[in-house]
């Protein structure tokens, strides 16, 4: 008994052993920290994640035709060069984010890529009795900000301020001449959902105009280089109408009671989904314009609050923005003082946009409220509410703030979801080849367990066999014990 314990001992010994040897293989190589050091279900769910909100984030969709681009800096033959932009809001705000936005190009590998971002850089901000400042934030090249084509988001914390500064200390090429500058689209800060840089003081250390589409002011002007395609929403037409030139049109808004109001947004209207497309990017809007706000219907009291001259095409963008100084009214007339020319018909002018907004502490008071125009306005087929719904061509309309972010957290995504991806193609391919390697280890083992129990049991059988003999030795020595004491007792 005890010879056949050892045995299976044995044979369970040599199969832990083989398995052993088949966890170690298995076990995957994991390094510190990261995407390796996460297990399997979690980067799977990752993935989920990724998936389920970028399916509720804006799209990038790029402005085409002819427009303002931005601000551009003084060239350079190499990059270790200090520029710098400074916008002055006039007051003193709580910021709690700045976004930089590119200036965007096409590239023939990498399709669309921001040109002239700073590799190096960092945000100041002051108030007017500090005018050294406080860094916010700061930034180098080894922190994956490029390559993009979003916009950047800077957090500030409520941070107090009268000022922003952003200055760089590395330039990066800009493509098509392979010199040194610094350029961005747009800068924005936001103190709640207000962005308080809108149409500000801007102030460079260098300033290079080429043509009409560069300039400093155009910084801080609210033109950026995407339409606004959110993710969610039914899309909507835009308003047109011809416009009786004997009698020039006015739209009224009505919000049903006063609110403090302090900025307008315009919505051109939006570019067909053909390539190219059948009409310039300024068709529909007025030349001149004026906002009037009133707490009375027949405008008795009103308040001009802006006056908008568009000299050309570089003042026009698919989203306007005006701020102004905030007025408490009930109702709102945009009155047309010269309206565009339709490039079909050059003797009947057209009238048209997407949407009106006016905000409140950066929020469209304006959505779903009723609106009025004079007869010169009056289109049958497509209704004056299409101007209040809140929906353009893609959909939704989002605030800018909410804009911007969702633009920058899609980048965010996009980045991460290859890298999640790569790492659960590894892990897969990990796993299959350990399920092969585990169907090799699981034929050995079960070779050898079957060979020991083979051996195990001609040994069985030998003892067997030895026993036996020696039974049949000790009976034959026994037998002939007896035989001979009978015949000794028989003598």
């Given at each position: 008994m005890a010879t056949k314990a050892h045995q299976s001992r044995r044979v369970v010994l040599f199969a832990s052993w083989l398995?052993?040897?088949?966890?170690?293989?298995?076990?995957p190589h994991a390094s510190p920290g990261g995407l390796h050091s996460q297990p399997l279900s979690r980067l799977e769910q990752r993935r989920m994640d990724i998936d389920s909100e970028l399916a509720t984030l804006a799209n990038y969709s790029l402005r085409s035709g002819t427009g303002a681009i931005g601000y551009r800096s003084t060239y350079h033959t190499d990059e270790v060069h200090s520029e710098w932009v400074e916008i002055d809001f006039g007051s003193e705000f709580p910021l709690d984010e700045v976004v930089l936005v590119p200036v965007i190009r096409r590239d023939a590998q990498t399709e669309f890529q921001a040109d002239g971002f700073p590799k190096r850089f960092r945000l100041i901000a002051g108030t007017a009795d500090d005018r050294e400042g406080t860094v916010i934030a700061e930034y180098a090249d080894d922190q994956n900000i490029l390559p993009r084509s979003a916009p950047f988001v800077i957090p500030c914390n409520a941070h107090s301020a009268s000022w922003i500064r952003i200055e760089t200390t590395h330039l990066s090429i800009?493509?098509?001449?392979?010199?040194?500058?610094?350029?961005?689209?747009?800068?924005?800060?936001?103190?709640?959902?207000?962005?308080?840089?809108?149409?500000?003081?801007?102030q460079s250390k260098s300033n290079r105009r080429d043509g009409f589409a560069w300039d400093k002011n155009f910084i801080a002007d609210g033109f950026v280089p995407y339409l606004m395609d959110a993710a969610t929403g039914k899309k909507s037409v835009a308003?047109?109408?011809?416009?009786?030139?004997?009698?020039?049109?006015?739209?009224?808004?009505?919000?049903?009671?006063?609110?403090?109001?302090?900025?307008?947004?315009?919505h051109a209207v939006d570019p067909s989904?053909?390539?190219?497309?059948?009409?310039?990017?300024?068709?529909?809007?007025?030349?001149?314009?004026?906002?009037?706000?009133?707490?009375q219907a027949d405008f008795s009291d009103a308040e001009l609050l802006l006056n908008l001259q568009l000299d050309s095409i570089?003042?026009?963008?698919?989203?306007?923005?005006?701020?102004f100084a905030e007025n408490t009214n009930r109702y709102f007339r945009l009155s047309i003082n010269a309206p565009s020319s339709d490039p079909r018909s050059l003797d009947t002018p057209r009238f048209g946009f997407a949407e009106i907004e006016l905000l409140s502490s950066?929020?469209?008071?304006?959505?779903?409220?009723?609106?009025?125009?004079?007869?010169?306005?009056?289109?049958?087929?497509?209704?004056?509410?299409?101007?209040?719904?809140?929906?353009?061509?893609?959909?939704?309309?989002?605030?800018?703030r909410?804009?911007?972010?969702?633009?920058?957290?899609?980048?965010?995504?996009?980045?991460?979801?290859?890298?999640?991806?790569?790492e659960l193609k590894m892990r897969y391919e990990r796993q299959q080849t350990n399920l092969h390697r585990l169907g090799w280890l699981s034929t050995v083992l079960a070779a050898g367990i079957v060979l020991i129990l083979l051996i195990d049991r001609l040994l069985r059988m030998r003892e067997i066999r030895g026993i036996e003999q020696r039974i049949a030795a000790d009976l034959h020595d026994e037998l002939g014990a007896n035989l001979h004491t009978i015949g000794l007792l028989s003598d």
């Open positions: 398995l052993g040897g088949a966890c170690m293989a298995m076990t800009r493509a098509f001449d392979e010199r040194y500058v610094f350029q961005l689209s747009e800068i924005m800060a936001f103190s709640g959902q207000e962005n308080v840089a809108l149409h500000k003081n801007v308003f047109m109408s011809r416009i009786n030139t004997n009698t020039l049109p006015s739209l009224t808004i009505d919000l049903g009671e006063s609110h403090p109001v302090s900025g307008l947004h315009l989904d053909v390539l190219p497309q059948a009409l310039p990017s300024d068709f529909g809007i007025p030349k001149k314009m004026t906002l009037e706000g009133a707490k570089y003042d026009m963008a698919p989203v306007m923005m005006w701020p950066g929020e469209n008071i304006a959505r779903g409220k009723p609106i009025s125009a004079t007869d010169a306005l009056i289109n049958p087929q497509r209704p004056l509410s299409l101007l209040t719904d809140g929906r353009n061509m893609y959909g939704t309309i989002l605030p800018i909410n804009w911007m972010e969702q633009l920058a957290r899609r980048h965010d995504l996009e980045t991460e979801r290859p890298l999640v991806e790569q």
